[in-house]
């Protein structure tokens, strides 16, 4: 029998055990979280995968054990079935595109995990922009045979589009709505995606904790770092047609991209 990878559901409040189905203690309300045996992170009861690793939640002991061994966790493969990924952790499904050699995902990452966040904190929003994901965060959300945009992967993507020749690679890559036509910068230059990455204007989370730039700017990080606070990420803006490859703090929290594995 396989070995249960949460620990039980103890209110971390009071100390009443409380049983599987339960969401708040039955004794003095507090929100219960169960502890995952593959990476210790914290997460909700009723959480049927870790939100940080993927670990699946096996329901057979709500007991934990010190010397216990930590169960050997493989992250589910995704379903690809035409154009379409489905990532098994948590059923989001993302169209995929074929540009040049490679396969993107033509959407931003939404897989919930600690680090990441929608904009404002609006759940909402994420169907259209995805997540902002930390650089840290974003190391771990790829599923299996896929990976996060590397310095290399943005630069062979930029490469195919100037093969092209129909415009500036930004204007090539940028999606046709959602940005803004008009500025404190001047005016827009609209999107043509013209490849099929349909890059939208999610904005950014700064280190501090503040969002911004939604409709003007689109931030997307790269697996490459700079240094131990800093991280590559490339750059799209509402009024240029550059695609920009700048550092920033690890921090932040921009947009993610997955390619394909080779």
Known sequence: MSQALFSLYKCPNCGEQNPPESIYCGECGTKL????????????????????????YEEVKHEFKQDTPVHVYTMPSPT???????????????KMVTIGNQVWLAENFRF?????????????RADTYGRLYTWEAAQKVAPPGWHVATRKDFLELARFCKSQGKGEVGTMLKSRDLWKDQGVFGPGKPGADAVGFAAKPAGNRTSAGVFGYMG???????????????????????????FQELTSKKQCAFSVRLVKNP
């Open 33 to 56: 979280i169960k502890t995952c045996f593959h990476c210790s992170s914290k997460i909700p009861v009723q959480s049927k995968f870790c939100n940080i690793c993927g670990a699946r």
């Open 80 to 94: 690809e079935e035409s154009d379409i990924l489905t990532d098994a952790r948590d059923q989001q499904k993302y």
């Open 112 to 124: 919930m995990t600690q680090g990441s966040f929608t904009y404002d904190g609006n759940n909402d």
């Open 216 to 242: 003007s700017f689109a931030y997307f990080w790269c697996a490459d770092e700079e240094n131990e606070t800093r991280a590559y990420y490339r750059h799209l803006s509402y009024f240029t047609g550059t």
